[in-house]
């Protein structure tokens, strides 16, 4: 490596190559193959790139102002239903909510106790997709529904529990309103022969109210003073 050179038999000099200038296309900060100016902070910025961080549009050709972020707030319902549950301060709010957002108001769970107390009606599905059973009356005279003096024959179809929406809005937990919720939901499924057991209109109560809700208690009382024959022959 000293510069010797056998077949002249003289020692020359080492040519050293100049260091080769770095391109504009790898300069990565700045212009080149693949890059554009932004028109508002004149950084160079990939050639893809539909907005910078500045706000430029590249598409517009303009600034735009940074979006301010909407931040949801909880809401509170004037309607029970499923998946509510009722304030002291008069208003329903989301069943997992720990703290009413109207009043401030701290919920508790019941404890397991209590919940076995609330279930004394029929037994509830647990699996709420759960599909409609069905079975045929062979005694037609064992069933009759006293408000609408229905009288199911060997070809109805007995629900225990139906599929989909209930048909019916529950509007209130009084008695009234219990008794003509229950006749007109009873009533749709006679129009097609079929029979809707007292149980089914127990699984849709809770579409209406928590389960552990006062009107939920309220409702499945009356529903027992209604149907009072049918909860005492259940099994």
Known sequence: MCGWNFKTGQKEEIKVAPP?????GENASGAGKGRKQCGGCKEFVGVRTQNCVC???FQTGQKEEPKAVVVKQQETYT???RGKKHCPCGVYVGARLPVCPAC?????MSNKAERATLGTGPNIPENPNIAAKKSL???PTVITTKSTGFVPNVLTLILHVAAGACPVKLTGSDYDSVSDWATQVRHSFELKNQ???VEGL???VNRFYDHYSNEYREVINNLKQIYASEFANKG
């Open 20 to 24: 080769k200038a770095e391109s504009q």
């Open 55 to 57: 706000g430029w549009n």
């Open 79 to 81: 309607e029970g239903g």
């Open 104 to 108: 401030g108001h701290k919920f508790e």
């Open 137 to 139: 009356v062979l005694t």
């Open 195 to 197: 029979f809707l057991k």
């Open 202 to 204: 127990v699984y849709w």
